[in-house]
């Protein structure tokens, strides 16, 4: 198992092919020192999602490697690997059940308190105490009870709860109304505090926070910086 990690991440000239000879990234250096937020940027089919993929391990590369505080990532189990890594997708992820367990998720030990503490951090314990039962509330994976922006609340809750090393972000694309918006950037700067976070961004807010941006072209490295220097 992997000891407890500081959360440094290195790509070692990664090569990943889905299919031979379509190389879907080209030799990818990156050095993400602990605590660091990097943002991915590119057009799409540009890479972005595949050093995602790669990061959590739902695919080996194809040459080359990924480093977390050194160790090859092929040589730590999926398990504990992504016992470390807290992933939000795009699609934040529902389940049908209450408010609360869609908070608690895996981490069954969790209390009420450290459950309503984690939405209070991230400005989702407002419109959660507003809903019919509260925490208590009954959400459907496709219900429509919670609009996006609170499912990306929802979701940083969970995030935050879990409490993990390194943090995987694929921003929802969905159009935010304003106030949630700035809720929803708000909550971001606490859920990155200390943890190395991997970031598809696509608000510009998002962009200019973090400490490094790349920038993605056909699967190499165009430019990166921070927001100032590019
Ligand atoms: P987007 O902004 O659209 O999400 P992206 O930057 O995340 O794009 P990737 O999903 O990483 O891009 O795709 C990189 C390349 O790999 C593209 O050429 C894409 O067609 C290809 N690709 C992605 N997923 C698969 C897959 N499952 N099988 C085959 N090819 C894939
Ligand atoms: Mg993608």
Redesign the pocket.
């Known amino acids: 198992p992997l000891p407890a990690i500081t959360g440094n991440i290195q790509f070692k000239n990664v090569v990943f092919e ?2 031979k000879g379509r190389p ?1 990234l080209k030799g990818i250096d990156l050095d993400v020192r602990q605590g660091q937020s990097i943002a991915l940027v ?9 050093i995602i993929n790669l990061l959590s391990r739902f695919y080996d590369t194809t040459g080359g490697s990924v480093l977390i505080d050194g160790y090859d990532i092929r040589d730590i189990t999926v398990r504990s690997l992504r016992s470390q890594i807290g992933i939000v997708l795009q699609d934040t992820f529902i389940f049908s059940g209450t408010i609360r367990e869609n908070i608690r998720f895996g981490r069954l030990e969790a209390t009420n308190q450290e459950i309503e503490e984690a939405a209070k951090a991230v400005n989702a314990h407002d419109f959660i105490t507003k809903l019919p039962n509260g925490y208590d509330t009954q959400v459907e994976e496709r219900g429509n009870v919670l609009s996006m922006g609170q499912r990306q609340l929802l979701s940083f809750a969970r995030a935050l709860l879990a409490n993990p090393r390194i943090l995987i972000l694929d921003e929802a694309t969905a159009s935010i109304d304003t106030e949630t918006e700035l809720k929803i950037q708000e909550a971001l700067k606490v859920l990155l505090k200390g943890r190395t976070s991997f970031i ?1 961004a696509h608000r510009l807010s998002t962009i200019r926070s973090a400490d490094n941006i790349v920038v ?1 072209d056909h ?1 190499e490295i165009k430019e990166s910086g921070t927001h100032q220097e590019l």
């Open positions: 889905y299919e879907a590119g057009h799409t089919g540009s890479g972005k999602s595949t598809v993605l699967g």
